[in-house]
């Protein structure tokens, strides 16, 4: 009896390695991303390989909604939560067999960024034989995080300076960049007028926007005629959605100043006046006339304008200058014949005056009378 038992004890010893003990579980894979963005579908691969020293027979693999989590169970939508590993009319794997299923889920475009888990079910039954199977349940774990990449739109505007005459108009450009890490989508763009200024853009809408792009934009102000001199602020206002769908915004504001048309008319006037005098070679009045018009200038804050009458300014102490040299020899050489003339006539003068009298050849014939 001891020698029949024996052989079969040894079979045995020799089959659980080859096999698998018989309260083993089957080696499971899962092949899924780890990281995903809301709004996209997770595919998850389930490979499957029987390990076990038994047969497994209408093996299932299952996601069932009511095993996932309270936090994101509102934000997983499950397309294809269950599939038989077999389905021939066996429905049987056999030991060391290999078979593998596909099952997808959708996480919603609103869930939060975060780690998630949700349960994954193999469920069939486990034996060598049909009638005598009993029951089998596998518990394996989805794990994934959910990552959201959000846009970071910013206005970036020019040190250009901004100033703006009454009745007349500035460009002011700024740069609009994503600054994130997602695109942003449908972005619209508006600046607020007001009674004194109105406002225009030569792009106000940009279709998308991605990560560490840029766009160059332009602003225009036009001052009203009757508007009052000051410091002005408007505001640049964007308006855009992420990759998600949700509405974001950003402001920057702009400072601007309207100056006096009153004394761009003195200033010009100024101007003009200085010039003609320059043409006039009256360099002591276009000096004069530039200064003023420099200071009106100044005021006004137009500093090209500024640098312009003070090149002006330099000429025309320079044509002084010039003009005092070329005057200084003729004004001597006039100085010197009019005194060669006055010494010429004084030594006419002082010559007749020490010119002596001729004497007279006769005596006179009155007699002398002594006494």
Same mark, same amino acid.
């Given at each position: 009896m001891v020698k029949k038992v024996l052989p079969l004890v040894i079979i045995s010893f020799l089959l659980i390695p080859l096999y698998g003990a018989a309260d083993a579980d089957p080696r499971v894979d899962l092949v899924y991303p780890s990281q995903i963005e809301p709004g996209k579908q997770i595919i998850i691969e389930v490979k499957l390989k029987n390990t076990t020293s038994e047969m497994l027979w209408d093996?299932?693999?299952?996601?069932? @909604? &009511? &095993?996932?989590?309270?936090?994101?169970r509102d934000y997983i939508k499950i397309i294809d939560g269950e599939? $038989?590993?077999?389905?021939? &009319? #066996?429905? /049987?794997?056999?030991?060391? #067999?290999?078979? /593998?299923? $596909?099952? /997808?889920? *959708?996480? #919603?475009?609103?869930?939060?960024?975060?780690?998630?888990t949700i349960p994954l079910k193999i469920k069939g039954e486990i034996g060598n034989c049909r009638q005598g199977c009993k029951p089998y349940l596998l518990m394996k774990d989805i794990q994934f995080k959910i990552i959201k990449e959000y846009p970071s739109?910013?206005?970036e505007l020019s040190s250009t300076p901004r100033e703006v005459l009454q009745g007349q108009s500035i460009d002011i450009p700024f740069k609009? @960049?994503?600054?994130? !890490?997602?695109?942003?989508?449908?972005?619209?763009?508006?600046v607020p007028s007001t009674n004194n200024f109105s406002t225009s853009l030569d792009v106000d809408s940009i279709g998308l926007m991605k990560a560490n792009e840029s766009r160059n934009v332009t602003l225009n102000i036009t001052a009203k005629g009757d508007a009052p001199s000051g410091a002005y602020k408007t505001d640049?206002?964007? *308006?855009?959605? #992420?990759?998600?769908?949700? $509405?974001?915004a950003a402001t920057e504001s702009v400072s601007f100043t309207i100056k006096d048309s009153a004394l761009v008319k003195d200033a010009e006037n100024y101007y003009s006046q200085a010039n003609s005098y320059f043409e006039k070679?009256?360099? @002591?009045? /276009?000096?004069?006339y530039y200064q003023k018009s420099k200071e009106a200038y100044?005021? +006004? %804050? +137009?500093?090209?304008?500024?640098?312009?009458?003070?090149?002006?300014?330099?000429i025309v102490n320079n044509a002084l200058e010039s003009s005092k040299s070329s005057v200084g020899p003729s004004i001597y050489i006039a100085f010197g014949? !009019? !005194?060669?003339?006055?010494?010429?006539?004084? %030594?006419? !003068? +002082? %010559?007749? +005056?020490?010119?002596?009298?001729k004497s007279s050849s006769k005596q006179s014939s009155i007699p002398k009378t002594e006494y």
């Open positions: 093996l299932a693999a299952v996601i069932e @909604s &009511n &095993n996932i989590p309270p936090e994101i599939e $038989k590993f077999v389905e021939d &009319n #066996d429905h /049987s794997i056999n030991v060391q #067999d290999e078979v /593998s299923v $596909k099952l /997808s889920i *959708e996480v #919603d475009k609103n869930v939060e960024a975060g780690t998630y739109i910013k206005i609009v @960049s994503n600054y994130g !890490l997602g695109y942003g989508n449908n972005i619209k763009l508006n640049i206002i964007i *308006e855009y959605f #992420d990759s998600y769908g949700t $509405k974001r070679k009256n360099y @002591s009045k /276009s000096l004069e100044q005021k +006004l %804050g +137009l500093t090209e304008k500024v640098n312009e009458i003070e090149a002006k300014i330099e014949v !009019l !005194l060669s003339a006055v010494t010429m006539e004084i %030594g006419v !003068l +002082l %010559g007749t +005056l020490m010119r002596k009298p």
